[in-house]
């Protein structure tokens, strides 16, 4: 009589590597799935010296693309740096006829194939910006030092701006005009003293 045969069955150690592995499989794939999803820009941030302005943010996109867009308080957007990687955009050109008024940006955010892309994109809009009270100024040039009798003359170059009037480039003293003040120390060769004097 032949002993009979039953079918085998697994025993549960041979079952838990091969649940790690779908385990695994699944995770894998939600990770995959997860990062076509559009990122929405954050900590959006001016950057301005001698009203060379550029727009700064985060993060650095995977699978998606940013679009940049300006306006001056209650006008029409105006799009900058379109589809683009970076995380930077430089605003100068938009700034640049008139740094009295107050503006807006806001970054799109768009899938890497954004031609085939249609509906509002999520967007995160800046803070506002002045050029005119926020730029920062850089260090100025000094032209020339002349000595006369006990007083030394000090002549300082004003820097030249992308503000355009005209179709000219302005310079600082240009812009700001009387509001434009230098701050000039000096001091004694091998003396801690310190001793300032100030000149439109």
């Known amino acids: 009589m ?21 385990s695994w499989v699944l995770l894998q794939v939600a990770r995959t799935s997860g990062t076509t999803e559009v990122v ?28 940049v867009q300006i306006s001056p308080r209650l006008g029409n957007w105006k799009s900058k740096c379109f ?17 009295n008024q107050t503006y807006q940006a806001r ?8 031609t085939d ?18 730029t920062k100024l850089g260090r100025p040039k000094i032209q020339s030092f002349k000595q006369i009798g006990t007083k ?14 005209n179709g000219t480039f ?9 509001n434009l003040i230098y701050t000039l120390y000096y001091w004694k060769a091998s003396s801690t003293g310190k001793e300032c004097s100030s000149s439109l």
């Open 2 to 22: 032949e002993t009979p045969t039953w079918p085998r069955v697994p025993s549960p150690e041979a079952a838990v590597p091969r649940m790690l592995l779908l």
């Open 40 to 67: 929405v820009a954050y900590n959006l941030t001016w950057k301005s010296t001698n009203f060379k302005t550029i727009l700064e943010w985060e993060p650095k996109p995977i699978n998606h693309v940013y679009t």
């Open 83 to 99: 589809y683009t990687t970076d995380t930077e955009c430089d605003l100068t050109d938009e700034i640049g006829n008139d740094v």
């Open 107 to 114: 970054v799109l955010s768009y899938p890497a194939d954004a």
């Open 117 to 134: 892309y249609s509906g509002e994109p999520p967007f995160t809009n800046s803070p506002e910006f002045t050029p005119y009270v926020e």
């Open 152 to 165: 030394l003359n000090v002549t300082i170059q004003d820097t030249c701006t992308l503000v355009r009037r």
């Open 170 to 178: 302005l310079s600082l003293r240009n812009v700001f005009g009387k």
